[in-house]
Structure formats: structure tokens, C-alpha cells
């Protein structure tokens, strides 16, 4: 039954309950709202008819689907169903008397509302990203079949842009046909407001950060379709932020205008039809002097109450009084002057998450405030500050919650096309609308802080006039937020936007603002490590066109292997076909007892490449922030497991993944220790600048003060405190700047050995903390009783026939290795299924009890003192073995592979070695290394358990 719920003197009816469905197909069921078909287990089988990406470059868009194959590329749909979904129910309509009736579907696709047959009024034309409302007055009080036509095949609409995006993809959120949140029938007196937009403004640059700087503008919609607008009618507004607590419209409703700037209806006229909407404004209201700005992590709101007064008695049937409500915050948002981003007048640094819809329970996103502040406290705990909704727009709950948590959010319409945006008529009329009525519908939200066009568009000439069109139409309708015509449109090769009012990509033309790219391109796989790199060429080449916001787009990507614990989570409406596919493979080559140290290895890398990307990009004074490609597990396009969270939004079970962890560098303000290196030889200075980035809310003051001391690590000389030192002068560091703390000059004297070492560096409450690896002076030299070679030729078998020992270090190339694979510092970028230009290594998995290793400090991951080897090749092994230094490989392919192996081979003992150390004896940590080896070779402890035929040795290594 119905739930009625008085709103004042009006009524809501909750239409809650089991609905009856009929598909196109002559499929039926009953199906509770609100709710999608999926959750009600009506639709099909899921045969991955859906296919990702309209860009046939990337592989993805060519071929014919295997209907009878599971699904391996993402969640497999326990019930899918694509159409025109016929939902019906028997309503009773109760007497309204002369009230007006409505019908609120919160979110939904394609809709219209049958009443008995007949097509309802729209009375608000809702859209992907914002409800739909139906008119039903003059339906006669008692029972009628409701019947929702809900089209998730969007009918009129640009079905492909809108199913590629975050909106619709079976990729993360499903294109779902249903309809949630609030699905309610309620009444409204003749008259009466239909919204209030509340917009502050500042007025004066210098007063951005003092709540008396602010005026507030006020927007009053009269709903369309009043009979009469009476002359002596009145508008009242009421909110404690105003200087005058209550202000009433002394012009009697005369200054009312509308957006299209046409004439409409003025409250001195008897006109007795007035379909168009009126907006009645009030300017430049005074705020009380006590108010407080909303604010990063402060969420500051007020309320304001606007009601009109008919101005007639009571006795008249036509008098009533209609009251609105809405929440709102106080603060300016915008570029600094100096083309950074700026809230209220104070420059910030984003710290971004792209959120992609993943809700594999439900594939929606939740309807409800206190499921979103969950989730946005997950992302906050991780030190996000900034969510970007990619290529969709979360509900009101979404903004509501994060207006009270203050969390920045950057919505985006439905889209993702990257060939020919808005290159038809049906697409731009689509997506105007959607515009239009998403700056309406959130603007009160002070959370709502920017908003692009869609997911790296791409258009053609009358695209491209459309696209600044539309941005050009946000400015006017609200310019207290940002505007853009894409995230990465064009993906970067045509440069900024000059009508952008920010700019987000991964580059510029020919300059980049991030550290990795598909094929592993990027300069954490290409440049020797440091601790100095910046963007700082790449802005200023950008300065020379661009003046306004910049920041990073999907940065990151680094993927992780697959934690099998989350299958035990999967209730709902996806079944992870992809993951146990996976799962079986890890069991059919015989590495499910040791996985789970193969996630940890991996995580712990993505976790390290994490770490340097957003320095990089904290460290460059012209960047304004970064948006991460991502914290959550992205369970499509191939498998993109890049989080440090499962695609449940929970943190995967490892020591990586823990939100202090990430936090220590994901935070509003870091001290940079800018070290050209992470290695030293013994009797090296480490000499860096260091620099307090600080885009907190208050200075940070204090001595700087620094701590050298053991690391701990799986392998180390030593444990404790080496040196410390405490600066004698107090330093000063603004919110919004960046302060030198000057130079650390620092003697590395660990005693003749070598020793993994940790920076920490401080002042004030501000902590940061940098690896460190001394080696000891070595001039390796290859013992006597070891044979050194590059190649497996018929001295190399004599050695062995001979019993030898055998160091067999190749060049790492394809020619001295045929059956080895490229391999990076980085795990892979995104998923192997997505980008097929990278080989697939996941990076090293070290064997820390190995006794060649007892003088070099490691732990059982890759780290930055293992750069130069792991960026060199990996022999694919014949079967199984094992190693000493394991090459990780993609989930897509769990091939044996190794960078360092011991085996017997014919009879004699032989370690073979990838990382060409021969080549690398500029670095200490190559010297270091090269020198264990040789000792273990030389030694006792030389005794390989595993064996090698000589025939498959000589396919490995050239001859």
C-alpha cells in the first residue's frame, strides 16, 4: 500500500511496492520500486553483447562475440535486458480538491508515464542525470493503472555516447532499467515554487575568505501552468545567513525574467494562462557578519525558506500559501588570478579520484545520504579532497553528502564519444538539456564545483562550434563554478581550450603532466629515479597559450593482481565470471599457495608508483592537482584491478592498502625532499633541496628537523638511528605557497656495509619520509672458479660437462633472449585486455631467504634501488621453477618468468641473470649486486635444487 506523507498542507505518496513488468519480448514479473530489473531478476543471460569503446584502435571493437564463452573482460550481468520495459501498477488517486497533481521519478532512463492508457503531461523532463516529473491534474480522485514505459535502448536519444560513458556501461554501473530513489505522487497548491537556486557571490577578490565579502543571489521559480498571478501577491525569503533575516519582494513579483531572456508574465497582469517558468530574482542580499564559508573538510551550511503568499483570503478557494526549502553553502570557487584553483580566495591542490560507477552489488549507485557519506569518507581517508563523477552524474544524495563533509565534486554529462561529439542533432539537443537542467537541479550544492562536457570527447567542425556553445551556456546560466568542454578531450593532442575555464588532461600537444602511459611510455619507466621531478617544462611550454587551472587526468592506472577474497563478497546483481576465470588459472599453474605474496609485491609497487606520480605533480608550482585512475578496482575493460581497494570500495587486505598509508603522501600538505637519487655509495654526501608544499588552511611554523636511520626491511645491516639534525631558525610557511626550508647536506657512513636507510623530515606537524640505500665500495671481479658469459655456446657446455660453475648474464635484448618479454619498473598500465602494446610484466617478486642476497638490502618487492635491473628483460621459463628473482606476469598470461634462476644443467651449476648488471657498473646498486653475486658463485652455498635441460637452455639464451 501506498505511504502518504504530508509536505505542509500538501500531500506525497510514496509508490513503493511490487509493480508488474512486461518486456517487449512477453518476458513478465513483478519487480519492487524503487529498484532496476536486475535486482528483481527479470532479463536474460548476459552473452557480453555490450561491448566497451567505440575506438576500434585499441582492439576492442572488432570481431564477433562468442555467445556461448564466458565473459572474461568484466562482471557477467545475472539478468540483463535491453528495451522498452512496461511497469504497472493499480493506483488510488485521492480527492486533491483544487491542488495540482504530480508524479516524481528521482532516476531513470528513457521515461514516460502512462495514466489509463493515456500519456501524462511532463511537467519536468527529466534526463540521465536528473529526475522526471509528470502532471496528472485533472485525473479523477480514485483507482487508475499507472503504467511507467521505462527505455533503457534510449529512444531519440544519442544511445551510443550515452552507453559508452559511466552513465549506462556494463562495465561498471550497467545500462539498468528500473527506476530509484524517490518514485512518490504529490500535490501542489495552483500556484506555487517550483525551485529556489541559491548562488553566492563574492564581491571584492581580497575578501574571498571573510563571510562579509559575500552577497548572495536568489533565484524564485514560479511553476508554470498558474492560472492567475495575483497583483498583490508576495514572495517572502527567510535564512539566518541574511543580514536581514527576512526580505519580502517589494516589487510585487514585477522583476521576473526568465534564462531565454524572453518577456514573461508580470504579476500586474491578468493574464489567465502563464505556461513558461518565471524566475524572480533577488540580487546582492547581505549576509549577517557571523556566517561561515563552506569549506575543504568544513561543512558549513544554511538553510533558506522561501514561501508565496497569494495575497488572497482564505475564504477564497483560489488563496494558498506554498512554502520551498533548500540548503546551501557560502563560498567562491574559481581561478586565483594566477591561474590556480582557488577556494574562497585561498589557491588549493586537488586530490582526485575518478569515480566510475562501480557498485557491483547493486549496478547503481546508491540513492541515499548516508550511503554516500561512506563512501566519501573511504575515499577521504585515502586523502582524496576531489571526486570526479567520470562521464556520469551522481544523484542528490551524492552532493548532499558531500556538501556535509566538504568534499569537492567535478559532475559530467553522460558522455563519452570519442570520434564525433555532439555531431548530430539529437546528441546536441540531448545533452544542452541535460547541461541546463543538471546546473538547475544541483546548483545549490556548494560541493558542485566543477564540470566538464564528458570523457575525453572528440569532435568535428560543427562538434567543436557546439562544444564551446554549451560552455559558453554553463557561464551564463551559473558562473560560480567551472566549466570545461572535456576531461582529456581530444585526449590532449589539440592543446587547451581557450573558453575552458580549467584544463584536464594527460598532456598538452606535445608536453605531458603525468608519469606513465599505455606501452609503459612515461618517465618512471624511462628515467633513472629521483626525487626532483617535476612538470615544471611542461607547464611552462602550456603558460605560453593557457593562463588558467591546470591538473592531471587518470593518473596512475597501476595495476594490482586480483584479491581472491573479494568473490566471498559478490550478493548481488554481477557475477565475477572474470575473477574466477583467473582464480582458475593461478590454480591450474600451481601458484595459489604463494599468491596472495604476489597481490602484496604488486600492491606494494602500484602503492610506490602512486607515491611518485602525485609528488611529481605536488612538486610543480603551475599544476593545481591530480586526478587518480583509481583507488577502486575497475572491473572492466579487460580487468582493470589498479586499487587499493576491491571494486567493493573495501581495502584490500594487505599492509599496501591501508588508508594511513596512502594518506602519508595523499595530503593537503608534504615537505619535498629533492634527491637527484635514491643510491649512494658509501662517503657520499646526499645533498637535496627541500621545499614545504602547503595547501592547508593554516601555516605551518617550526624547525625544520631531519632523522637518517636503519629502514626496516626484510634484508638490512642494521637497525635504529644513524644521524639527526635540528635547523636553528624558525620558518614560516603560508597555506597556498611553497617555502624552500633551504639545503640538507648529509655524510652517508654506514661502516663497510651496505644498509637500507630512512629520510624523515619535519616541521611543525608536517612529516615526510624518503628511502635512502648506501653500498659499500666495491670493484666486482668474477672469481676464478666462476665462468662469466653472455651467450650459451660450446664453451659455455664444456665448462658445465666439465662440472663448472656458470654466471651466464646476457645483453637484455630480444636477440641474446628470444623467449623473454620487455620488462618495465611499474606494474602494467590499466589491463593487458585494454592496452596490448605492453608485455605484461607485474614487476618482481624477490626471495629474500636466498643467500645471495644477505648483503644486499631488499624487501621481497620492487623498489626504486631495483630500477635499473627490472627495467631491462625476464626469460620466459620452459615450466615452472624456482627463482631467485621472480618477474610477475599478468593474470592475462601466468607465464613462468624470472630475472635471476639457479639450476644443474648437463653437470654442472649454472645462475642466469636478465638485469644485464654488465652494462650497469655506473650504479652502486649494480656494482653492490653484481658483487653478492659473485661471492655466492664463488661459495659454498652455491647448491641449485632445480634442473634444466640442455636443450631448453639453449632456446632460452642465444648460442
Same mark, same amino acid.
Request: glycine share 8%; net charge negative; with cysteine.
Given at each position: 500500500m501506498e505511504k502518504g506523507l504530508w509536505d505542509g498542507a500538501y500531500m506525497r505518496i510514496l509508490l513503493n511496492g511490487k509493480w508488474h513488468v512486461v518486456l517487449e519480448d512477453g518476458t513478465t514479473g513483478q519487480m519492487d520500486l524503487p529498484g532496476t530489473l536486475d535486482e528483481n531478476g527479470i532479463g536474460h543471460r548476459d552473452v557480453g553483447a555490450n561491448q566497451w569503446h567505440p575506438d576500434a584502435v585499441l582492439g576492442n571493437a572488432a570481431g564477433e562475440i562468442d555467445k556461448d564463452a564466458p565473459i572474461a573482460t568484466r562482471f557477467t550481468r545475472r539478468h540483463t535486458y535491453?528495451?522498452?520495459?512496461?511497469?504497472?501498477?493499480?493506483?488510488?488517486?485521492?480527492?486533491?480538491?483544487?491542488? =495540482? &497533481?504530480?508524479?516524481?521519478?528521482?532516476?531513470?532512463?528513457?521515461?514516460?508515464?502512462?495514466?489509463?492508457?493515456?500519456?501524462?503531461?511532463?511537467?519536468?523532463?527529466?534526463?540521465?542525470?536528473?529526475?522526471?516529473?509528470?502532471?496528472?491534474?485533472?485525473?479523477?480522485?480514485?483507482?487508475?493503472?499507472?503504467?511507467?514505459?521505462?527505455?533503457?535502448?534510449?529512444?531519440?536519444?544519442p544511445k551510443a555516447a550515452i552507453c559508452y560513458s559511466s552513465a549506462a556501461t556494463d562495465e561498471t554501473q550497467t545500462n539498468w532499467n528500473g527506476i530509484l530513489g524517490e518514485c512518490s505522487m504529490y500535490t501542489r497548491p495552483q500556484n506555487f515554487i517550483d525551485s529556489l537556486r541559491v548562488y553566492p557571490r563574492a564581491l571584492k577578490k581580497e575578501e574571498k575568505n571573510k563571510a562579509g565579502g559575500y552577497v548572495l543571489d536568489v533565484c524564485v521559480v514560479l511553476a508554470p501552468g498558474a492560472k492567475k498571478v495575483y497583483k498583490d501577491a508576495k514572495i517572502i525569503l527567510q535564512s539566518e545567513a541574511l543580514a536581514a533575516g527576512e526580505l519580502e519582494d517589494t516589487q510585487t513579483l514585477t522583476e521576473i525574467i526568465g534564462y531565454s531572456g524572453e518577456g514573461l508574465a508580470e504579476a500586474g497582469t491578468d493574464k489567465e494562462e502563464n505556461p513558461k517558468t518565471m524566475e524572480i530574482w533577488f540580487r546582492d542580499l547581505p549576509l549577517r557578519e557571523n556566517v561561515k564559508l563552506w569549506d575543504e573538510d568544513e561543512g558549513n551550511l544554511y538553510e533558506m525558506a522561501v514561501t508565496l503568499d497569494n495575497g488572497m483570503s482564505a475564504e477564497d478557494k483560489g488563496g494558498s500559501t506554498a512554502e520551498c526549502r533548500t540548503r546551501f553553502g557560502i563560498r567562491s570557487f574559481g581561478d586565483n588570478g594566477s591561474g590556480r584553483l582557488a577556494l574562497n580566495g585561498r589557491a588549493i591542490f586537488l586530490r582526485g579520484e575518478a569515480n566510475c560507477a562501480e557498485y557491483p552489488e547493486t549496478?547503481?549507485?546508491?540513492?541515499?545520504?548516508?550511503?554516500?557519506?561512506?563512501? *566519501?569518507?573511504?575515499?577521504?581517508?585515502?586523502?582524496?579532497?576531489?571526486?570526479?563523477?567520470?562521464?556520469?552524474?551522481?544523484?542528490?544524495?551524492?552532493?548532499?553528502?558531500?556538501?556535509?563533509?566538504?568534499?569537492?565534486?567535478?559532475?559530467?554529462?553522460?558522455?563519452?564519444?570519442?570520434?564525433?561529439?555532439?555531431?548530430?542533432?539529437?546528441?546536441?539537443?540531448?545533452?544542452?538539456?541535460?547541461?541546463?537542467?543538471?546546473?538547475?537541479?544541483?546548483?545549490?550544492?556548494?560541493?558542485?564545483?566543477?564540470?566538464?562536457?564528458?570523457?575525453?570527447?572528440?569532435?568535428?567542425?560543427?562538434?567543436?562550434?557546439?562544444?564551446?556553445?554549451?560552455? =559558453?551556456?554553463?557561464?551564463? @546560466?551559473?558562473?560560480?563554478?567551472?566549466?570545461?568542454?572535456?576531461?582529456?578531450?581530444?585526449?590532449?593532442?589539440?592543446?587547451?581550450?581557450?573558453?575552458?575555464?580549467?584544463?584536464?588532461?594527460?598532456?598538452?600537444?606535445?608536453?605531458?603532466?603525468?608519469?606513465?602511459?599505455?606501452? @609503459?611510455?612515461?618517465? *618512471?619507466?624511462?628515467?633513472?629515479?629521483?626525487?626532483?621531478?617535476?612538470?615544471?617544462?611542461?607547464?611552462?611550454?602550456?603558460? +605560453?597559450?593557457?593562463? +588558467?587551472?591546470?591538473?592531471?587526468?587518470?593518473?596512475?592506472?597501476?595495476?594490482?593482481?586480483?584479491?581472491?577474497?573479494e568473490l566471498e563478497s559478490f550478493h548481488g546483481i554481477s557475477d565475477p565470471v572474470n575473477l574466477k576465470l583467473i582464480? +582458475?588459472?593461478?590454480?591450474?599453474?600451481?601458484? *595459489?599457495?604463494?599468491?596472495?605474496?604476489?597481490?602484496?609485491?604488486?600492491?606494494? &609497487?602500484?602503492?610506490?608508483?602512486? =607515491?611518485?606520480?602525485?609528488?611529481?605533480?605536488?612538486?610543480?608550482?603551475?599544476?593545481?592537482?591530480?586526478?587518480?585512475?583509481?583507488?577502486?578496482?575497475?572491473?572492466?575493460?579487460?580487468?582493470?584491478?589498479?586499487?587499493?581497494?576491491?571494486?567493493?570500495?573495501?581495502? +584490500?587486505?594487505?599492509?599496501?592498502?591501508?588508508?594511513?598509508?596512502f594518506r602519508e603522501f595523499f595530503t593537503e600538505s608534504r615537505i619535498f625532499v629533492k634527491m637527484p637519487r635514491y643510491t649512494y655509495e658509501e662517503g657520499e654526501h646526499l645533498t637535496a633541496e627541500v621545499e614545504v608544499a602547503n595547501f592547508g588552511k593554516e601555516s605551518i611554523t617550526g624547525e625544520l628537523g631531519w632523522t637518517l636511520g636503519y629502514r626496516d626491511c626484510a634484508v638490512n645491516s642494521g637497525r635504529g638511528e644513524l644521524r639527526c639534525d635540528r635547523a636553528d631558525r624558525q620558518k614560516n610557511c603560508p597555506p597556498g605557497t611553497y617555502t624552500s626550508l633551504g639545503r640538507l647536506d648529509i655524510p652517508l657512513e654506514v661502516k663497510g656495509v651496505s644498509a637500507a636507510l630512512i629520510l624523515t623530515v619535519s616541521i611543525g606537524d608536517c612529516t615526510s619520509t624518503y628511502p635512502v640505500w648506501v653500498y659499500q665500495k666495491t670493484s666486482p671481479e668474477c672469481p676464478k672458479n666462476v665462468y662469466e658469459t653472455r651467450v650459451f655456446d660450446e664453451q659455455t657446455r664444456a665448462v658445465l660437462q666439465n662440472g663448472g660453475r656458470v654466471y651466464l648474464s646476457p645483453d637484455a635484448d630480444k636477440e641474446s633472449l628470444p623467449y623473454s618479454i620487455k620488462t618495465q619498473f611499474t606494474t602494467d598500465f590499466w589491463s593487458v585486455g585494454t592496452f596490448t602494446d605492453q608485455e605484461g610484466g607485474m614487476g618482481q617478486l624477490i626471495d629474500t631467504e636466498h643467500p645471495i642476497l644477505k648483503e644486499f638490502p631488499t624487501d621481497f618487492h620492487t623498489d626504486w634501488q631495483w630500477w635499473i635491473m627490472a627495467t631491462k628483460r625476464a626469460v620466459v621459463l620452459p615450466h615452472p621453477m624456482k627463482t631467485i628473482i621472480t618477474e610477475m606476469d599478468s593474470y592475462a598470461f601466468l607465464r613462468p618468468m624470472a630475472q635471476l634462476i639457479e639450476f644443474r644443467c648437463l653437470k654442472g651449476k649454472v645462475l642466469l641473470s636478465t638485469m644485464e648488471l654488465h652494462k650497469s657498473q655506473q650504479y652502486p646498486e649494480a656494482r653492490a649486486l653484481q658483487t653478492a653475486i659473485y661471492e655466492y658463485l664463488s661459495g659454498e652455498d652455491f647448491e641449485p635444487s632445480e634442473e634444466i635441460a640442455e636443450e631448453e637452455l639453449s632456446m632460452l639464451v642465444q648460442s
Open positions: 535491453e528495451g522498452e520495459a512496461r511497469i504497472s501498477r493499480k493506483i488510488t488517486v485521492p480527492d486533491y480538491g483544487t491542488d =495540482r &497533481l504530480f508524479v516524481l521519478a528521482e532516476r531513470a532512463r528513457a521515461l514516460r508515464l502512462l495514466v489509463d492508457g493515456e500519456v501524462c503531461a511532463v511537467f519536468r523532463q527529466g534526463t540521465l542525470s536528473t529526475p522526471y516529473i509528470f502532471e496528472l491534474t485533472g485525473a479523477a480522485p480514485g483507482e487508475h493503472e499507472f503504467t511507467f514505459l521505462s527505455d533503457n535502448s534510449y529512444p531519440g536519444m549496478g547503481h549507485p546508491p540513492m541515499t545520504i548516508p550511503e554516500w557519506k561512506e563512501m *566519501l569518507l573511504k575515499y577521504r581517508s585515502y586523502g582524496i579532497n576531489f571526486v570526479r563523477f567520470h562521464s556520469h552524474c551522481e544523484p542528490e544524495a551524492a552532493f548532499a553528502a558531500a556538501d556535509e563533509l566538504g568534499m569537492l565534486l567535478q559532475p559530467e554529462l553522460s558522455h563519452w564519444d570519442p570520434k564525433d561529439a555532439f555531431g548530430t542533432e539529437e546528441s546536441y539537443r540531448y545533452y544542452r538539456a541535460e547541461l541546463v537542467d543538471l546546473l538547475k537541479t544541483y546548483a545549490n550544492h556548494p560541493s558542485f564545483v566543477m564540470l566538464t562536457l564528458g570523457n575525453e570527447l572528440q569532435a568535428q567542425d560543427e562538434g567543436r562550434e557546439r562544444m564551446r556553445e554549451l560552455v =559558453r551556456t554553463a557561464k551564463r @546560466m551559473d558562473p560560480t563554478r567551472l566549466y570545461a568542454n572535456g576531461s582529456n578531450a581530444f585526449y590532449g593532442e589539440e592543446g587547451c581550450d581557450p573558453e575552458s575555464d580549467f584544463y584536464t588532461s594527460q598532456s598538452c600537444k606535445d608536453v605531458v603532466i603525468r608519469g606513465t602511459f599505455s606501452g @609503459m611510455r612515461g618517465y *618512471l619507466n624511462e628515467n633513472y629515479p629521483s626525487a626532483d621531478r617535476t612538470y615544471d617544462e611542461a607547464m611552462a611550454e602550456i603558460r +605560453k597559450e593557457y593562463q +588558467k587551472p591546470v591538473f592531471s587526468f587518470e593518473v596512475g592506472q597501476f595495476e594490482v593482481l586480483p584479491d581472491f577474497e582464480k +582458475k588459472r593461478v590454480e591450474e599453474r600451481g601458484l *595459489l599457495p604463494t599468491w596472495e605474496k604476489y597481490v602484496e609485491a604488486t600492491g606494494e &609497487l602500484s602503492r610506490l608508483a602512486y =607515491r611518485e606520480e602525485i609528488e611529481a605533480a605536488m612538486r610543480t608550482r603551475e599544476l593545481s592537482g591530480i586526478s587518480l585512475l583509481g583507488l577502486q578496482d575497475f572491473p572492466g575493460q579487460g580487468t582493470a584491478l589498479v586499487g587499493m581497494m576491491n571494486s567493493h570500495m573495501e581495502p +584490500k587486505p594487505y599492509p599496501f592498502a591501508r588508508p594511513e598509508r
